[in-house]
């Protein structure tokens, strides 16, 4: 590492080396010597008087404990009581902890077991239930079930292994199931929240905006039909069924906005923006892209409150840490990759690309949105190709086309959900109208993503259209640096 640039930004070094070693604990497993190595070189660094060097020493201390930190929380993750159970069935007690999702030939949730015959836990599990109405997040079941293994490995995809890298490594599947209670602290304060924000966006006309509405509002996109879904997968549109950064920002930016017309204090305008973060995040749910928003935005606030400067770069590396701190698993998770991947894209590659356009005519607001795509597309591609086997080609034009319907259809969404509570009419026409520009947001992944060559699949070409846009981002980055 640069000795002067770590000195210049110490803080970005040692969160940093961190979030390395907890990566780096995926590769191998290190005992207690590794934080014994870490406190040594703590030792040294306290008894150097050059800082560059103290530093330096730091950072690898902090390296092998975040190394050790990673293989511990790994060792919890892989332990498992109902391995042991495969093959036996009985009573139990699940809670389910995430939204259903609707199969073709059954209904698959994750929920927390609590119980299997006398057997008392708390263990991630999969459900797998017979397809009709489906369990609400939060509720308790009571199910006859049956411990069995994932399913082997098809087309590439092994269920085993992704099932793994989120802590759960049994199914159960029932036949018959029954509510018998809800789940209680900061889970069901989520489980209401999050059942809030879903009862006024069903407030519109239903069907298909009203699951589009769900999926780009909550990241739930479990009840578009499985056409609309490879059509958003082959135009490049995916990423806006996936909470991020700009919902985080105009939560937060509506409740200073909502602070400063009712005349109070910015000081609690940046209060309830922490608040809102905070129930957003809680409704959404652990995914990547929000926590690492959410981290990112709270921080923001915080950083305002404390009269403080604020560090895009400081708050994206404190988000990667509190994810891999969780769970080191998440460094091979396509959408810790992807979403991690993309900022890198805008903070780096997008502005070049932008200044690269500024000789052409186009509106200042047309060179910003071809220049994030542009730079998402090449940067996200490799990852997208290792992870799925199929790279989008028409990505840019379709995020142009769809780009300014976004940011309406989350401004109306979300003041919808704040207004409901006083004004359920006006919020049913703000959801109404929300409804139609997600309408239009899925014109555009079906128009695109039916165009012949929209998504190569195959590996061979697939690899090739990846290692394409890899040059094509060192070019333009070499590029941009020599003008």
């Not at 005992?31 to 060097?53: K, T």
């Not at 879904?229 to 939560?251: C, E, I, M, T, W």
């Not at 195959?458 to 290692?467: D, L, M, Q, W, Y």
Request: net charge positive.
């Amino acid at each position: 590492m640069n000795g002067q640039l770590l000195v210049r930004h110490p803080q970005h070094g040692l969160v940093g080396a961190v979030c390395g070693g907890l990566a780096a604990s995926n590769l191998a497993r290190p005992g207690l010597g590794a934080l014994a190595c870490a406190g040594g070189l703590c030792a040294v660094a306290a008894g150097l008087e050059d800082r560059g060097r103290c530093l330096l020493a730091l950072v690898g201390a902090l390296a092998l404990a975040g190394w050790w930190w990673g293989g511990a929380r790994l060792d919890v993750l892989d332990r498992s009581v109902l391995e042991s159970q495969i093959g036996r069935a009985g009573r139990a007690l699940a809670v389910v902890t995430a939204p259903v999702r609707r199969g073709r030939f059954d209904l698959r949730v994750q929920a927390e077991a609590r119980q299997l015959g006398r057997l008392r836990l708390r263990e991630a599990v999969l459900l797998r239930l017979p397809l009709g109405r489906a369990p609400p997040q939060g509720a308790e079941l009571e199910l006859v079930a049956k411990v069995i293994r994932p399913r082997a490995p098809t087309e590439g995809f092994d269920e085993g292994r992704y099932l793994r890298r989120h802590g759960i490594h049994v199914v159960l599947q029932a036949d018959h199931w029954r509510i018998v209670g809800r789940r209680g602290g900061l889970g069901s304060v989520a489980d209401r929240l999050r059942g809030r924000v879903a009862r006024t966006l069903e407030r519109g006309p239903g069907g298909e905006r009203e699951a589009l509405l769900l999926g780009i509002v909550l990241g739930d996109d479990g009840r578009l039909s499985e056409e609309l879904r490879d059509r958003f997968r082959a135009s490049g549109l995916y990423h806006l069924l996936a909470v991020s950064g700009q919902n985080v920002a105009l939560v937060a930016g509506g409740t200073l906005l909502t602070a400063w017309l009712l005349g109070l204090s910015r000081w609690l305008g940046e209060l309830g923006a922490l608040a809102a973060i905070a129930a957003y995040v809680l409704a959404v749910g652990a995914q990547p892209s929000v926590v690492r928003a959410g981290i990112a935005g709270a921080l923001g606030s915080l950083a305002w409150l404390a009269a403080r400067e604020r560090d895009r770069w400081y708050f994206l590396l404190l988000g990667a840490l509190a994810l891999l701190a969780w769970n080191p698993y998440a460094a091979l998770d396509p959408g810790f990759q992807l979403s991690f991947a993309a900022v890198l894209a805008i903070f780096v590659v997008a502005p070049r690309i932008e200044r690269a356009l500024e000789g052409y005519p186009l509106p200042s607001q047309a060179r910003g949105i071809l220049a994030v795509s542009a730079a998402c597309g090449v940067v996200t591609a490799p990852i997208l190709w290792l992870q799925f086997h199929a790279v989008p080609l028409l990505a840019v034009p379709a995020n142009a086309l769809a780009a300014p319907a976004m940011v309406p259809v989350l401004g109306l969404a979300l003041a919808a959900v704040a207004v409901d509570p006083i004004l359920p009419a006006a919020a049913a026409v703000l959801v109404s109208l929300a409804g139609w520009c997600a309408a239009y947001v899925a014109l555009c992944a079906r128009l695109i993503g039916a165009l012949p060559g929209a998504e190569l699949q195959s590996g061979r070409a697939a690899a090739a259209a990846a290692i394409a846009c890899a040059g094509a981002a060192a070019y333009a980055w070499r590029r941009c640096r020599t003008s």
